[in-house]
């Protein structure tokens, strides 16, 4: 069984877990969900996350499936007003948590997310993320909770992780709500990163300091605290592999970032295909295929395995582009393919291993002319390998 956690959302999360991912140790659900997942698996655990971070989202014009669920709790107003926030009521706030914990367990879970809104800049969430805290560990004991719980801790902005003083503040706040709620784990993730992009400041800056968030947090918890990181598409597998974190959070094809759920709708996503001999995705699309022949023609020798791999790719992107699923199916092979390459090697050898990976994709891109125009992210073929490959030792 592998050491990522899949993050279920959506029918078709469904269906992808069910055909790559089933092998996962343990498995990130929505409520909704939980009977669809627990069809596809026997093995792996459940961790049903209500989603109390959507209500960092609020305002008065939510409406869909995921407020139709919350507007069933109790106070969730409150708990979503900012004035309410800094001055929170402990009988309030006990209300809405056991309401949402309520109804987590009527899902027979195995493990359950904490109640906890995302950290912002300043401390006006602190006491009441510790007043959730408190009622979960009151509603255990109450109710003889036989499920465990994992501790949310959701970073939206890249300055809470890059300044120190900002960190070291975030991080007691993360270490006195593990001892308040009794949880058993931590979930870290930094919402507003897509490492994907490849920008300057992530190898300066934004991924060394989430290294040292990570080391930091380990010196505060106890050796037996489950961890997990992400999901993102590179720096959980950076993470997991030099044994600071247990699991790396994934997405599915299609979500290598946390978006913090209830917000508005995000416009519609470019259909992607996965350009596995670089480690990175591009954008499904006739330039892509022009590109791609170009180099195999003038930059790729026919004896190089990376010829194959491109000509393969070159076949799909037309169906991929005419297909709302066939690019997401290939990146979500690719991925479990690209993790269990890394988790052959024994525990102290993953992160040489992810070094020697990357490092192959990074001089192979190296050689490849830059990506075409429409691409969102960097252009430069072999600029996330190398970003992440820098990271790994």
Partial sequence: MRDYVPFVNSARDCEIFGEYYVDAQMVRVSVGRVDEVRSLSKTAKIWIDAGVDGLHNLNVKSTGQFWDIFKKYPHYESIADPAFQSKPDKGVVETFVFAVLKHCAAARADYVSVPQLPHVMGGERNKINRLMCEATATWAVQNRSQFRFILPCIFTQQEQINTKSIRTKKLKLVDDCLRLSVATGVWVVES????????????????????????????????????????????????????????????????????????????????????????????????????????????????????????????????????????????????????????????????????????????????LTDLPKNEPGSRKPDRVARQLMLNCL
């Fill in 192 to 367: 507003s990163l897509h490492d994907l992009d490849g920008a300057v400041t992530f190898e300066q800056r934004r991924f060394p300091k989430l290294i040292e968030l990570h080391e930091e947090l380990g010196s505060l918890l106890p050796k037996e605290t489950m961890t997990i990181a992400g999901p993102y598409w590179g720096m959980n597998l950076v993470l997991w592999a030099r044994g600071l974190v247990k699991f790396a959070a994934i997405g599915l094809g299609n979500a290598y970032q946390y978006h913090i759920p209830g917000g508005p709708p995000p416009p519609p996503a470019n259909k992607r295909v996965a350009l596995t001999a670089l480690r990175r995705w591009a954008v499904a699309s006739p330039d892509l295929k022009q590109w791609i022949q170009k180099n195999l023609n003038e930059r790729i020798s026919k004896t190089d395995p990376a010829h194959a791999q491109f000509l393969e790719v070159e076949r799909l992107i037309e169906r991929a582009m005419n297909s709302d699923d066939l690019g997401r199916r290939q990146i979500a092979r690719f991925y479990k393919e690209w993790f269990d390459k890394i988790a052959s090697a024994p525990h102290s050898g993953r992160a040489l291993a992810l070094y020697q990976d990357l490092s192959s994709a990074y001089v192979l891109g190296k050689t």
